[in-house]
């Protein structure tokens, strides 16, 4: 029987996006059958109010920001997921990195 999964979504700018990719491709995830450093990407807007004693890697304390994120989703063996969120943060710019981490279902099990 294979492990559970999960899907990880983190967000980044765009300056980064390839250097997150391969992180997590290289930290084990991405793996679909016979496929390897599998992903979606979207783009968005982000939305932040750095606060006293923030470092932001943009914009400055106080001011509400608005940045171009990139969205990156991705699966991986749970039992990977602290391996690939810390090889994404050791790449990733930000102060605080936003992760999502969601459980999935077993499709034949549905």
Avoid: W
Avoid at 46 to 59: I, S
Avoid at 60 to 82: A, P, S
Wanted: with cysteine; aromatic share 8%; hydrophobic share 40%.
């Amino acid at each position: 029987m294979k492990g559970q999964k999960v899907k990880l979504v983190v967000f980044v700018p765009p300056t980064h996006v390839e250097a997150v990719l391969r992180a997590m491709g290289d930290a084990g995830a991405g793996k679909i059958g016979n496929y390897d450093y599998c992903t979606y990407s979207s783009v968005g807007v982000g939305r932040f109010l750095p606060k006293e004693g923030a470092n932001p890697t943009v914009g400055q304390v106080g001011k509400l920001e608005e940045v171009e994120e990139i969205k990156i989703e991705t699966i991986c063996e749970k039992n990977l997921i602290t391996k690939v969120i810390e090889a994404v943060k050791k790449v990733h710019p930000y102060e605080e990195a936003p992760f999502d981490v969601y459980l999935l279902l077993e499709v034949t099990k549905l």
